[in-house]
């Protein structure tokens, strides 16, 4: 059974950094790309970044750009998103998701991910 599980959420200050981690069980993930996504009170969820199977190619949307830093640990199965100078409209739930395929990262939307997490919560406080 496939299972994705996000940890490293919590509370921390504007200006702040977190590191959320998602480990993948159930099967070998080498050949799948992993996008973390968000939800806030109120919003539809968004992609904030994505990385290709290989980890050659990675996507961060706008907002996040040169603050938050998305990588993979094949050998752990693991996906982490370090987040730093967090800001208040940061908070969310955090996802991460897997997609099967030797598939870029720009394509890695939330349309095509194969498989979820239950979400680690992201509070910034300002």
């Known amino acids: 059974q496939v299972q994705l599980v996000e940890s490293g959420g919590g509370l921390v200050q504007a200006g702040g950094s977190l590191s959320l981690s998602c480990v993948a069980s159930g099967r070998a993930f080498s050949s799948y790309g992993m996008g973390w996504f968000r939800q806030a009170p109120g919003y539809e969820r968004e992609r904030v970044a994505a990385?290709?199977?290989?980890?050659?190619?990675?996507y961060y949307r706008e907002s996040v750009k040169g603050r938050f830093t998305i990588s993979r640990d094949n050998a752990k199965n693991t996906w982490y998103l370090q987040m730093t100078d967090l800001k208040s409209e940061d908070t969310a739930v955090y996802y991460c998701?897997?997609?099967?395929?030797?598939?870029?990262?720009?394509?890695?939307?939330?349309?095509?991910?194969?498989?979820w997490g239950k979400g680690t919560l992201v509070t910034v406080s300002s």
């Open positions: 998701a897997a997609k099967e395929g030797r598939i870029v990262a720009a394509d890695l939307d939330e349309g095509r991910m194969d498989y």
């Open positions: 990385i290709s199977w290989s980890g050659r190619s990675t």
